[in-house]
């Protein structure tokens, strides 16, 4: 291995490990884990993510360093267009979750009432999840299945878009080689993916302390990423137009 290429690969694992903690990629992922916080599900998001962003950008590769097939840029400004609507979206969505979880705590609330008093319970957590099926009896249902292919799809829809195609395919067009080339972006993905679930690992362990130590702060600061994401995906949509 010449001196040059150890170098552009060294570059490429660089770049992804910087790239993956861009604004837009780490609010989707927040917003992806903040409407059912759980460590587990934020390590499983953060993952899957990076596994979408780098497929697309290695089938990228191999079309345009193997056929001499480029992404057209209309493409590229439809991705950008749907990365601020996707943010949007999932920063509605939390609101939404926030709303049928205020829902079922008004209920437990209700149900718990006896003439004037009003019984106060604590461990508020262990009774919405008495609502929901554990995640092993979801295991095969649908909203599981799209809950994992979900993070697949916005990391395929933020390779496409902004500056993460050209971030990653520029300097491997200095390569005469597809395999180094390809090595490259190999490379640059899997920073990509070692700096997001090192994220979402102090993301999730950030969420759990918060968790056990105020309720009351750790709801609103799924308010606040929530609300983050759409104002970043307004921001990011009149970047596009």
């Not at 590229?76 to 920063?91: C, D, F, T, W």
């Not at 916005?154 to 080689?177: D, E, K, Y």
Request: glycine share 8%; proline share 2%; net charge neutral.
């Amino acid at each position: 291995m010449t001196i040059e290429l150890f170098s552009l690969l060294i570059t490429g694992l660089g770049l992804g490990l910087l790239h993956a903690l861009d604004a837009d990629h780490v609010m989707a992922v927040s917003a992806l884990s903040n409407r059912k916080p759980s460590l587990k599900r934020t390590l499983k998001f953060s993952a899957n993510w990076a596994i979408g962003h780098g497929s697309v950008l290695i089938v990228l590769g191999l079309l345009f360093f193997g056929l001499g097939i480029a992404l057209p840029e209309t493409i590229q400004k439809l991705a950008e267009s749907s990365v601020g609507v996707l943010l949007i979206a999932l920063g509605l969505a939390c609101f939404w979750q926030f709303h049928k979880e205020k829902i079922v705590l008004d209920k437990h609330t209700h149900d718990h009432t006896h003439g004037s008093i009003e019984h106060t319970h604590l461990h508020v957590t262990d009774h919405v999840k008495g609502h929901v099926k554990t995640e092993e009896q979801q295991a095969d249902s649908p909203e599981q299945v799209k809950e994992a292919h979900t993070p697949v799809m916005v990391g395929v829809l933020h390779g496409l878009a902004g500056s993460a195609p050209a971030l990653a395919i520029i300097p491997a067009m200095m390569q005469t080689s597809l395999l180094e080339s390809i090595g490259y972006l190999v490379l640059f993905s899997a920073g990509v993916l070692f700096s997001m679930v090192a994220f979402g690992l102090a993301f999730g362990l950030v969420q759990k302390k918060l968790q056990e130590k105020s309720v009351r702060i750790f709801n609103w600061s799924r308010k606040l990423i929530a609300s983050s994401a759409v104002g970043i995906g307004f921001y990011w949509l009149a970047q596009a137009v």
